[in-house]
């Protein structure tokens, strides 16, 4: 029997991390990261598993030292700190175990810090490793040769996590994405075949988050609609839950464009109370987006604005991923950028430099051209050497970019295109449901006003800059003379405090305050 510790390390600043925003909604970090539950769940019963995620607590070093086995996991965004708190386990004679995004693509990265390390998933080479450990007989590195079968993975151990301490819960329906994106590392440690869970591992999930007292979910999948066929029947039964448990759970999630392409399934993703979608658009160029491979972005169909528009009209709100640095990209880049994203307004973009992630084919094409940066901090913020731009070009009209989009004006100017203008409407199915249900309805909406305002308070009790606080004041006020159902009040609140957070980095990273943040 082993006593065994997993860490998740603390993370740098990211635009996901939502740093800024945390404070305002009384949450020490945004989401669980998903592979701590499961691994407990994977660990068989004889073994103990204690989970620690420093952006919620700190570590008791004193207690890893009394485990047999402490592993650590993590991204690219928490390698420098994974490599701190190796070393420091490592002084104190602990045996380390490491796995996850990061060291998955660069294997060599923590050399003798790492006692074994997991390449890709670990639904078999965990319990396999275990068994050999005990035996005195493991190995260094493991790698399963076939990739996990979902049907068999088992409900995450999240009464082992502080999930109070979390804005929004996590969730797995399915692994894999079908296309060939030349950046993507998904594919390379996924593969390409979509591999979904039945609906009754999902139902036990979702039962496992509420038991939590969750109430926004975020489905982690790489590209939930990677085999439309299997999403919808899972979809049709999840619905089905949330009628009989009454629409406890709101959701958001990934996905391609081509969602806009499937009317059905777009209204079940609305049904199942799917708000918003995050699709990897990249670029408003399409020679850019051939040239990445991302043939799904330049389908016919429609235009990248049409189908972003379609999307938000079925009743989902778009946020996306931006890059900019293809060897198509020339200085022109940046105001296409910023026209396409206002366009679409999409108000949540998550804008990058095109970066070379180990294992991926434009890895691999790049250092055949000699195009790559190999420090572990390039100066200029993305490993790649761009063809048509300079490099300080590049990374200065990123940095403004990104300043540009998050200024107040251009910000909720994209918001108010949606909320106002287009009048999006979030949350239809369980509108539906609340027509037969008027009293669950009377419920939610009087605690999502008490959230709304409770929210809109803190943040003019905490934001510093007046300027800021009035302009807030300002946008929610011209909100609610339009709308004030209290699903898109408490909705609007939320992206306020998103852009605060968005905006203080922009900010700091544009004046040098801070090292520059790729989406890497
Ligand atoms: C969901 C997701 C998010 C969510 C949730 C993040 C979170 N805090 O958990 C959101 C949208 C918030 C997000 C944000 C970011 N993300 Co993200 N995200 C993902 C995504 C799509 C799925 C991750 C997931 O939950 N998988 C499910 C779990 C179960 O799988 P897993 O972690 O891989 O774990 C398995 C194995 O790896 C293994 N394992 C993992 N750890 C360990 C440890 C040990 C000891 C062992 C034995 C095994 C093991 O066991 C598990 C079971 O098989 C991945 C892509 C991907 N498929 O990996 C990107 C990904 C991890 N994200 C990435 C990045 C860069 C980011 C951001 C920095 C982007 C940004 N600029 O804002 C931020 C920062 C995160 C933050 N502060 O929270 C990169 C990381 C690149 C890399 N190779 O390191 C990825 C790979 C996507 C990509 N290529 O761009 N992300
Ligand atoms: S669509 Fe997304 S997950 Fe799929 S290959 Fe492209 S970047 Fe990777």
New binding site residues.
């Given amino acids: 029997m082993a006593d065994i510790v997993?860490i998740n390390p603390r993370?740098e600043m990211?635009?996901?991390?939502m740093e800024y925003a945390l404070p305002f909604l009384g949450k020490r970090a945004?989401?669980?990261?998903?592979?701590l539950p499961?691994?407990a769940a994977l660990t068989p019963a004889e073994h103990t598993v204690t989970l620690i995620d420093e952006n919620v607590e700190a570590i008791d070093f004193a207690r890893c030292v009394r485990a047999d086995i402490v592993?650590?996991?993590g991204?690219?965004?928490q390698r420098f700190r994974m490599k701190e708190i190796l070393a420091n386990l490592k002084r104190r004679g602990v045996f380390t175990?490491?796995?996850?995004?990061?060291v998955?693509?660069r294997e060599d990265y923590f050399g003798d810090l790492a006692d074994v390390i997991?390449v890709?998933?670990?639904?078999e080479t965990?319990p396999r490793f275990l068994s050999e450990w005990g035996q005195g007989l493991h190995q260094v590195r493991y790698e399963q040769a076939e990739k996990?079968d979902m049907t068999k993975v088992p409900t995450p151990r999240f009464d082992l996590l502080k999930m109070r301490h979390y804005a929004f819960g996590?969730l797995?329906f399915s692994?894999g994405c079908p296309f060939q994106c030349e950046f993507?590392?998904?594919i390379v440690?996924?593969g390409r075949r979509p591999r979904i869970k039945t609906s009754a591992q999902i139902i036990a999930e979702l039962e496992a988050l509420r038991a939590q007292k969750m109430r926004i979910v975020?489905i982690?999948?790489?590209n939930l609609i990677g085999n439309k066929k299997a999403i919808k029947e899972v979809l049709r039964d999840i619905v089905a839950w949330q009628g009989a448990t009454g629409y406890p759970l709101t959701f958001f999630t990934?996905a391609s464009i081509d969602l806009a392409d499937d009317p059905e399934l777009m209204e079940l993703m609305v049904a199942a109370n799917i708000l918003s979608v995050?699709i990897g658009i990249e670029s408003p160029r399409e020679e850019s987006l051939r040239e990445t491979k991302k043939f799904q972005n330049v389908r016919a169909g429609g235009t990248l604005l049409e189908k972003v528009h379609r999307i938000q009209e079925a009743g989902m709100e778009v946020w996306c991923g931006m890059i900019m640095g293809f060897d198509h990209d020339d200085a022109t880049i940046f105001d296409a950028q910023r026209d396409f994203i206002r366009e679409a307004r999409i108000a949540l973009t998550?804008i990058?430099m095109l970066h070379a992630?180990p294992k991926t084919p434009l890895h691999d094409r790049l250092a055949a051209e000699g195009r790559l940066d190999p420090s572990d901090e390039p100066e200029f913020g993305t490993n790649i050497i761009p063809l048509r731009i300079g490099r300080e070009e590049l990374r200065e009209g990123y940095l403004k970019v990104l300043r540009d989009l998050y200024e107040p004006d251009a910000y909720f100017g994209r918001l108010e295109a949606l909320f106002l203008e287009g009048r999006i409407r979030h949350g239809r199915g369980r509108s539906r449901y609340w027509k037969r249900h008027p009293l669950n309805r009377l419920k939610m909406e009087s605690l999502w006003l008490v959230q709304a305002l409770g929210l809109f308070a803190r943040l003019m009790r905490g934001v510093p800059e007046a300027g800021l606080r009035k302009e807030y004041r300002k946008r929610l006020w011209r909100l609610l003379k339009v709308r004030r159902d209290p699903g898109t009040v408490l909705i609007y609140v939320l992206e306020m405090a998103m852009h605060y957070h968005a905006h203080t980095m922009a900010r700091q990273m544009s004046s040098g305050g801070t090292r520059i943040?790729n989406?890497?």
Avoid at 30 to 35: D, K, Q, S
Avoid at 97 to 102: I, Q, T
Avoid at 120 to 123: F, I
């Fill in positions: 997993f993370f990211s635009y996901w991390g945004n989401l669980p990261v998903a592979c499961l691994l592993g650590v996991t991204m690219s965004v175990v490491v796995g996850g995004p990061w998955t693509v997991f890709g998933e670990a639904e965990w996990s996590s797995q692994r993507c590392d998904i440690t996924f975020f982690v999948d790489d990934e995050f998550m990058g992630i943040v989406s890497f």
